[in-house]
């Protein structure tokens, strides 16, 4: 059973209950004050006629009732049976219609109601035994006082079926709108559940559910729900991204390696076919050629073999910043720091002026990071300066901005076009003018960014194609510079 068709149930069977006490209560409202009424009414009626009587029995046992008994209401029917005498005695109405009640034995008289059927008609009938001197406590007769009760009888059958009839058709219309409130209601979760449908049967985790109702439970969960699928569709979006760069990343890795091992190879193929002659073999080649050859091989195998080395290190460097591996920190004084990094780069292999500026501006400033990882960050922004800059100068200074220090490498080389900085920090990514014109494999950079991240840093970039680049390291002083 849906939600639907339950929810409709239990409000229409607690509307039920509920018209069937408040039927019950009206029922029994009427009933008591319709023949509560009518009975005081014939009570007092039968109280009124004993204390009207003045019993006179002659030798005849005669009794004119009508003489002392004069009703009000002709509803009523009054009758006295004498037992001594054997008399009867009704009233006018009674006797006109020419009904009569029967009457108990003298020894079985009780006082109170009750109900009678003459000829089909309904009457409620009080009787009380009369009691007089020296009859040894015998009483003398029963009076009799009715009422005909039909009318109230057809009431109250009319009443019970006009609840009984109400209550059903409130109950049926009750439950016909109840199921179209409750379908109504539920309807955006029908959206939820197609929404959901749709997305386990595709991939399409753009698609949201319309809801222009009021922001009550089902609104605050279609909220929710289309909140998830906005993550879920960032995750998602972030995950093929992730897959897209892991296949580039090795694909590129694997043709990054596949040079080196190609070059070795094919040195050591060389070797072992010179080795493998016999002398006087090849009368081409002595041994100051053999020597020579074997010479230029293995250097190709030694430069192919360090080349392999940092790649190595390198792709090490980024697995372990993608597994969150971090590094400790500590409390690193710029001024010494930058001094020998502005001294070691001057040996660096280059063909531009190197130019470092004024460094004791950073003389008592400290960054917390971890000195070997700065190091090796501003040696690869240095070294790519250096490679793609034949000609012109690569310059090192420091700027100050609010509580952060920039480290600013301005070189005047072949630069980039504008398309090309969003990517620059991708693994293995090289502007198309440098593939194959200078030397790399496009890590160095990214292990750069991941080492500024980790100490809260940013990097900013200008650059224009051929006339230079300039980069800027930005990252937070333990103590703000004093103000100018």
Known sequence: MSIRLRLAAWYSGILAVMLLALS??????????TYGDLKDRVQSQAEQLQRGFSFTINISGELDMNAYSR?????????????????????????NIGIKFDFPARDKITQGFRNIFIDGNHFLIFERPISLENYNNNPAAVLQVAAYVGEQDKLMERLKNILLVGSFATLIAAFTFGLFLARKAMSPIGKVIDAANGIQTGTDLSSRIEYDGPPDEIGRLIATVNSMLGRMEGFYKELE??????????????????????????NIDLLQKVWALEPGENPDLDDASIRQM????????ADEAKRMSRLVADMLSLARADTGRTFEIEPVALEPMMTEVARRASFLPRQAEWITGDMSALNGKYIVGNKD????MLFIFIDNAFKYTPSGEVSLDTVFYQSQVGIRIVDTGIGMDKDEVPHIFDRFYRADESRGITEGIGLGLSIAKWIIDEHGGSVEVVTRQGEGTTFVIWLPLLFAPPLE
């Open 294 to 301: 074997s010479m230029e091989s293995v250097s190709d195998i």
């Open 24 to 33: 019950a209560a009206i029922y029994g409202f009427v009933y008591i004050n």
């Open 71 to 95: 009703p009000e209401d002709s509803n009523l029917y009054m009758q006295i049976f004498i037992y001594d005498s054997n008399l009867l005695k009704q009233s006018l109405n009674m006797a």
């Open 241 to 266: 991204d992730s897959y897209a760069a892991q296949r580039r990343f090795v694909s590129d890795a694997s043709h990054e390696l596949r040079t080196p091992l190609t070059t070795i190879r094919g």
């Open 373 to 376: 990882y700065l190091q090796q």
